[in-house]
T-cell receptor
């Protein structure tokens, strides 16, 4: 069975600082990988996704993520955080099979200090 | 496109009452997913449909929960009778059929069972 671990429940960074949110997955092969963001009271919005090819993926709002097969990781990064980035971030995996259902990590809540 | 539409956005009910949550997927999407989000359990997939047919309902907590998709543009999630532990945010998501297609989430229904 596939699983996702986001080790950091809460992270606080200063506005303008860089950000890295960690994501580790467990799956028998290379899964499809996703990062979603959830603002308070809102649904989930896709930031970026990895299916194949270049292991560094660019997403919306200046985010990027790097797939590292050897580490089973798909960490999310942003070089300079804005106050509007405060939200909860979810990493998710989906198998490359007919089911293709998403399994989500527990989420990381990001707070941004002025 | 209007995105995934869910109604109501908020529902407060008393224990024992029937609750019906509604979802309209994005036009042209063939797959529909119901998720539940709680602090304790995070995001859980309850059931998903493909071409209006339930494919996997293994996440449905118990017989009190039922879901239907009578046509491609409408789905319901029903809880009867409701219990306080059902209090959560319920999300609907839709996707085109392709395995690499993105799931788009609705804004959610916040259910409170007193």
């Amino acid at each position: 069975a596939q699983s996702v671990t986001q080790p950091d429940i809460h992270i606080t960074v200063s506005e303008g600082a860089s950000l890295e949110l960690r994501c580790n997955y467990s799956y028998g092969a290379t899964p499809y990988l996703f990062w979603y963001v959830q603002s308070p009271g809102q649904g989930l919005q896709l930031l970026l996704k990895y299916f194949s090819g270049d292991t560094l993926v660019q997403g919306i709002k200046g985010f990027e993520a790097e797939f590292k097969r050897s580490q089973s990781s798909f960490n999310l990064r942003k070089p300079s955080v804005h106050w509007s980035d405060a939200a909860e971030y979810f990493c998710a995996v989906a198998g490359r099979d007919a089911g293709n259902m998403l399994t989500f990590g527990g989420g990381t809540r990001l707070m941004v200090k002025p | 496109d209007a995105g995934v539409i869910q109604s109501p956005r908020h529902e407060v009910t008393e224990m024992g009452q029937e609750v019906t949550l509604r979802c309209k997927p994005i036009s042209g999407h063939n797959s529909l997913f119901w998720y539940r989000q709680t602090m304790m359990r995070g995001l859980e997939l309850l059931i998903y449909f493909n071409n209006n047919v339930p494919i996997d309902d293994s996440g449905m907590p118990e017989d009190r929960f039922s879901a239907k998709m009578p046509n491609a543009s409408f789905s319901t999630l029903k809880i009867q009778p409701s219990e306080p532990r059902d209090s959560a945010v319920y999300f609907c998501a839709s996707r085109r059929t392709g395995l690499t297609d993105t799931q788009y989430f609705g804004p959610g229904t916040r259910l409170t069972v007193l």
